[in-house]
């Protein structure tokens, strides 16, 4: 079987990270007996300097004859910050209907979670994170800035179409796992929006009586991510909260360094992708140091779309095989590089 994957290594970290995960993919499909047909797409911060876009204007119909999108991330300092997300990663979310922002939270052996007390049963769930409306809709405008008169507004867009479907995905997802979905929002403050939001979860939780079904605000949420995580399976959240929270989720794992995800179409009509939880890090680019376990992670994530779940699962093995061993990063106060915490999880796979 052959999986034609287009690798786009984006900006910052990116081009460390992104060939230390596709080391990983090389491995397994070597093991496993499938294809990966790879093609590299220089598009982001970089490519929009040369180009003064992010991606080129016919990026949209190539990638969407890929079965995945490999990624890792876009943005640079000196590149105007409202534009990576406007002209990659929601646009590519939005146009190939990626309403899945799926983002395990996990503590793996041999990482120090900074919440001392917590083990590796305690810290285990999913945030899932909707992806193509909400509050990132980026639908407004800034009005007579310069004046003393100045304002601005930004709008979020829930539909019932949108909220309905990320809901059926979290309570069949809870189904996988231990039954239990979280919505986390905030409807006692955004009345309408989230109230809405709120509303048609608890019609759609109607239909899954087996799974576990509570409500909780993001501000005690984020409290609760710290105190008991353990309450946690399924957590079913905005495209901001989602956000967020799984920057707070990195956290607690250790580092954000160490968080996978895909946003995801599930019902395969359009390519899904797949990238770390953070951003291009240009604070620690170009040294090598860079943890490159998100990203490992996220082709794990990957494979496991795509069908290939025995590859996914020696995967996520390799990389607990290779925390376990003391295989850390600066970020997890380890000294490896970022090549060798990739190698040794490729060595993991090719001796087991
Ligand atoms: P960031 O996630 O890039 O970095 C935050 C902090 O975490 C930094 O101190 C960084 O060194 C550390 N960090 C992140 N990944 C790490 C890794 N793999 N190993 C070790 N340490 C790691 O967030 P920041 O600084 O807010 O954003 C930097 C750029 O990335 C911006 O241009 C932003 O717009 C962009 N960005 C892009 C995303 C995407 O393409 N999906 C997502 C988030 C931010
Ligand atoms: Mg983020």
């Known amino acids: 079987k052959t999986y034609k994957i287009a ?14 995960g596709v080391s990983v993919l090389d491995a397994v499909a070597e093991k496993y007996g499938f294809n990966l047909d790879k093609e590299e797409f220089p598009f982001g911060a970089g490519y929009f300097r040369k180009h003064g ?15 995945a999108i490999f990624f890792g991330a876009v943005g640079l300092p000196e590149v105007d910050d409202t534009l990576p997300a ?14 899945v922002n799926y983002r395990p939270v996990k503590l793996f052996p041999g990482v120090e979670s900074p919440l001392r007390y917590k083990t590796e049963k305690d810290i285990d769930f999913v945030v899932v994170r909707e992806n193509n409306e909400g509050e990132f809709v980026q639908s407004g405008k800034i009005m007579h800035g310069d004046k003393p008169g100045g ?24 189904r996988k796992r231990n039954n239990k979905v979280t919505n986390v929002t905030k409807s006692n403050t955004l009345i309408n929006s989230l109230a809405y939001w709120d509303r048609v979860i608890a019609e759609v939780a109607k239909e899954y009586p087996d799974v576990e079904y509570t409500k909780m605000y993001i501000d005690n949420a984020s409290a609760s991510f710290v105190l008991r995580p353990e309450i946690f399976d399924v957590i079913l959240t905005t495209n901001l909260f989602g956000d967020i929270l799984s920057d707070l989720g990195g956290a607690i794992m250790g580092s954000l360094g160490l968080g996978g ?41 990957m494979l496991e779309h795509l069908g290939e779940t025995e590859a996914a699962k020696n995967i996520m093995d390799g ?3 290779t925390t376990a061993k003391g295989n850390l990063t600066k970020d997890l106060r380890g000294t490896a590089s970022t090549s060798e915490v990739a190698q040794s999880v490729v060595e993991f796979i090719k001796t087991t």
């Open 7 to 20: 690798v786009v290594n984006g900006d910052g970290i990116g081009t460390e990270i992104v060939p230390a």
């Open 53 to 67: 876009k992010f991606m080129s204007d016919d990026a949209l119909d190539i990638l969407k004859k890929f079965d």
């Open 86 to 99: 406007k002209d990659y990663t929601f646009r590519v979310r939005t146009s190939f209907e990626q309403y």
């Open 151 to 174: 304002m601005a507004m930004d709008t979020s867009i829930f539909t019932r179409f949108g909220i309905e479907r990320i809901a059926h995905y979290s309570f069949k997802l809870a």
């Open 261 to 301: 995800s895909g946003n995801i179409n599930p019902e395969k009509d359009f390519p899904s992708m797949f990238e770390p939880i953070h951003g291009s890090a240009p604070d620690i680019a170009g040294q090598n140091i860079a943890n490159p376990i998100g990203q490992i992670w996220s082709a794990a994530i």
């Open 319 to 321: 990389i607990e095989a």
